[in-house]
């Protein structure tokens, strides 16, 4: 069984940064690409940033420049550094795991992934 446990999240003002942390961790797998989405109310979860093993890394066009995707392999561990926040990123975020690679997916793909974190708030006021 495998445990995805996020951390970070809260308030903070327009303007601001806070960041994120997922941890993969109860099973012998590997995992491929890591990566973010988020969920407002009302809305569709949407694609935030995901990094695939190597390194490379990719952007959801609302978040390019500000937010920043990294990991760290041994750990089994994603990060994701939020900068200048907007209230339009206030939202549920959820990191996601691919522990069987399915590579002829996009990483902005949901199907790509096999584990997903509890979720996170993140509240950005104006």
């Known amino acids: 069984q495998a445990h995805i446990i996020e951390s970070g999240g809260g308030l903070v003002q327009a303007g601001g940064s806070l960041g994120l942390s997922c941890a993969a961790s109860g099973r012998t797998f590997t995992t491929y690409s890591m990566g973010w989405f988020r969920q407002a109310p009302g809305k569709e979860r949407e694609f935030v940033a995901a990094?695939?093993?190597?390194?490379?890394?990719y952007y959801g066009d609302s978040v390019q420049g500000r937010f920043t995707v990294s990991r760290d392999n041994a750990k089994n561990t994603v990060y994701l550094q939020m900068s200048n926040l907007k209230p339009e990123d206030k939202a549920v975020y959820y990191c996601?795991?691919?522990?069987?690679?399915?590579?002829?997916?996009?990483?902005?793909?949901?199907?790509?992934?096999?584990?997903w974190g509890q979720g996170t708030q993140v509240t950005v006021s104006s």
């Open positions: 996601a795991v691919e522990s069987n690679n399915r590579s002829w997916l996009s990483v902005r793909a949901r199907d790509r992934y096999d584990y």
């Open positions: 990094i695939t093993r190597s390194g490379s890394t």
